[in-house]
């Protein structure tokens, strides 16, 4: 698969966009506002305790509390992480206590309303490793799928004689095939990195940050970028210098692949990126076929509708109904990814009969995930036609970090009509006129909402002024919003 990374860099703001196969997948996002706090060591101090929860509220020095679970502050044994055990947490107070000072790494960015997530438990990532200081543990990622190589990434790191309180690492994908000098080479940067943050620790008063992890561009090249890349194509001499500087040390390979780009046109716009991310906050995904998704995004989950539209098909209405499913399943894939939806999802795939169908449309979207780095599951096709799937949930989606709530309609998506809104005037001047004595009454409103009035409703109008003795006069306000009025007493 033709694989190419483009790094849009600003002084507000630097832009990722994954391109596979010249299609937009994925766009990460930062800036320099509000950049995220994964990864990031935290000196903190509890400040409040919640049994019933099991939880606790962390200061690591942000306007806004971060949340630490009880799962997240015991010791793991390496037992318990081969096995995945069931383990019996103890109570959050024998754990801790308000005022106490701990050090703590972000797992979770702040999501709308919602603290960052925090644990214990920490780690420490380099391009093929990840130390875990605490832990002598050492673990091979699920998805290095050949036995032999996964004993031979073991036997690098897990010598015969090793020290008790030797750390522990979980090698990562990107390992495969690395020979036995590349992951010694990161044990030892990991180490040196490792001494520097505990020295900062034993310095540190809580709450304030005590290691923070890479800005973006160079922790793509570290985390997700596949050694099949093609082109890493960046706009900024001083982020490409950083990055050759980098993949020189860590990923020499890559080396050859990145580039920096020369063009007239911006970069995104070259290729189409920009039109993509516009899309990609539209509610309507239109297919290939004629067919089209519907995609809500709520607190609770995420809903994804699929529709046949102007599709009709060539044979019948089951082959229809197929393909539609089909050309959706790896459409919607693309567009959790590229929006970073995550949570519980809720896909209404178009009713099949055929059981062989539903089983290809899921092994579609599954094969369609398989590229997502977010970790995700899917259920059966329930009873009632739809699919449950989730999908790990780990930073804000795209929606949440381009768009605001609509001032107008207050995030409902719809807002009353003029016609609503006229008989609402009615009551409210009724009301006045039984209330209050006035001479005659002044209605400040939207424009579409005065011509309504005077036109459409001009009958009831002169109805009311009859029924109430007074006049009533209009005024239209350029800055209302449809749904606002007011009436004034004169």
């Known amino acids: 698969m033709k694989e190419e990374i483009l790094i849009n860099v600003t002084p507000q703001e630097c832009r990722v966009a994954v391109i596979e196969n010249g299609m937009l997948q994925e766009i990460l996002l930062e800036r320099a506002s509000s950049r995220g706090l994964v990864g990031n060591i935290y000196r903190a101090k509890v400040i409040r305790v919640l049994p019933g929860m099991q939880a606790a509220f962390i200061n690591i020095g942000r306007e806004r509390s971060a949340f630490l679970h009880a799962a997240e502050i015991l010791p793991i044994s390496e037992s318990e992480m081969v096995e995945n055990e069931n383990i019996a947490t103890p109570d959050i107070n024998e754990l801790l206590h308000v005022g106490q000072s701990i050090t703590v790494q972000v797992i979770k960015d702040e999501i709308g309303t919602k603290g960052a997530r925090l644990t214990t438990h920490l780690t420490i990532p380099s391009r093929y490793l990840v130390m875990m200081p605490d832990n002598g543990h050492v673990g091979v990622s699920q998805r290095i799928d050949d036995e032999n190589e996964r004993q031979r990434l073991r036997q690098i790191l897990q010598p015969a004689e090793r020290a008790d309180d030797a750390p522990g690492y979980i090698v990562r994908t990107a390992a495969e095939g690395a020979d036995c000098e590349e992951l010694l080479r990161d044990t030892q940067f990991l180490e040196k990195l490792w001494q520097t943050i505990k020295s900062n620790i034993r310095a540190a008063k809580a709450p304030c940050l005590v290691h923070e992890d890479l800005d973006l ?88 509708d699929v529709n046949t539209g102007a599709f009709v098909g060539y044979r019948n209405l089951e082959d229809t109904i197929f393909k539609t499913n089909l050309e959706a399943a790896a459409s919607l894939a693309r567009q959790l990814r590229l929006r970073n939806l995550g949570g519980m999802v809720i896909i209404d795939f178009i009713d099949m009969k055929d059981e062989e169908h539903k089983r290809q449309v899921l092994r579609t979207l599954g094969k369609a995930l398989e590229r997502d780095h977010a970790k995700t599951h899917i259920s059966e096709v329930s009873s009632l036609g739809l699919v449950q799937m989730t999908r790990k949930r780990n930073r804000e989606s795209l929606e949440h970090l381009l768009c605001e709530p609509c001032p107008t309609c207050d995030s409902k998506g719809s807002i009353k009509t003029s016609q609503t809104i006229c008989y609402e005037i009615f009551r409210e001047l009724f009301r006045s006129a039984r209330a209050y004595e006035a001479q005659k009454y002044l209605v400040l409103a939207a424009q579409n909402v005065v011509d309504r009035m005077l036109d459409e409703e001009a009958a009831h109008l002169a109805e009311l002024e009859s029924m109430i003795g007074k006049p009533i006069r209009f005024q239209a306000e350029r800055l209302y919003t449809q749904e606002q009025f007011d009436v004034v007493l004169l």
């Not at 890349?229 to 001083?238: A, L, N, P």
């Not at 716009?269 to 297919?287: F, G, M, P, S």
């Open 217 to 304: 561009s160079v922790r793509l090249i570290r985390d997700l970028v596949p050694s099949d890349v093609e082109k890493i194509r960046v706009d900024s001499d001083e982020v490409h210098a950083r990055l050759l500087s980098f993949v020189d040390e860590f990923v020499p390979q890559l080396k050859p692949c990145v580039e920096l780009y020369h063009g007239e046109r911006p970069l995104f716009d070259a290729y189409n990126v920009e039109d993509e991310i516009e899309k990609a906050l539209q509610r309507k995904v239109q297919l290939k076929s004629g067919g089209y998704l519907i995609i809500e995004q709520t607190e609770a989950m995420v809903t994804i």
